[in-house]
């Protein structure tokens, strides 16, 4: 299963791009999606609790705005730690795990190294066409492939003003009663 981010300023096309991959591998891998954000058209299990992402086994996690539940500054906190550990069981899960964030620098390191793919968006003037470069590794040296899509469907699929929430943190709060 693979780890991938998608890197962009604001408006760059990240959550559509994030979204044009979940329909993919929703319509056309029926793979199982996972989202922390609103979907639209697309069977979903919305994550919003941190316990939510230990469940997740067999599909696809739409993540958006990771850096806003793990930033590379809080790495020592217990909630990142408790998220860290559960993302990098992804491969174990047999899931794929794909994140926006606006610079790859706010992700913690541990998940920046073990990165399978980058990719950068790029929309045309009228945000008709969006351009999905994916670059092989963490550092997007080799371009492996690029993708084209029509935006207005996927653009249909979410609600392109919402704002994502930090995951509802039920787990520490439970570690530390066992400690």
Known sequence: MALMAIIGELGAGKTLSLTYLAWRNWYYKKKKIYANYTLFGIPYVRIRRVSDLEKIRDGFLAYDELFVDLEATGSRSL?????????????????????????????????????????????????????LLIFNGPKPTVLLR????????????YKTEEEVSELLDDVTAEIRKRK
């Open 146 to 157: 690029t993708v084209y899509f029509r935006t207005a469907p996927i653009f249909r699929m």
């Open 79 to 131: 909630k990142n730690r408790v998220i860290f550990n559960i993302l990098r069981k992804s491969r174990k899960r047999n899931y794929s795990l794909v994140f926006t964030a606006q610079v790859l620098n706010t992700v913690d390191a541990r998940i920046r190294k073990i990165l399978d793919f980058v990719a950068y968006p790029i929309l045309n003037p009228r945000k008709t066409i969006c351009k």
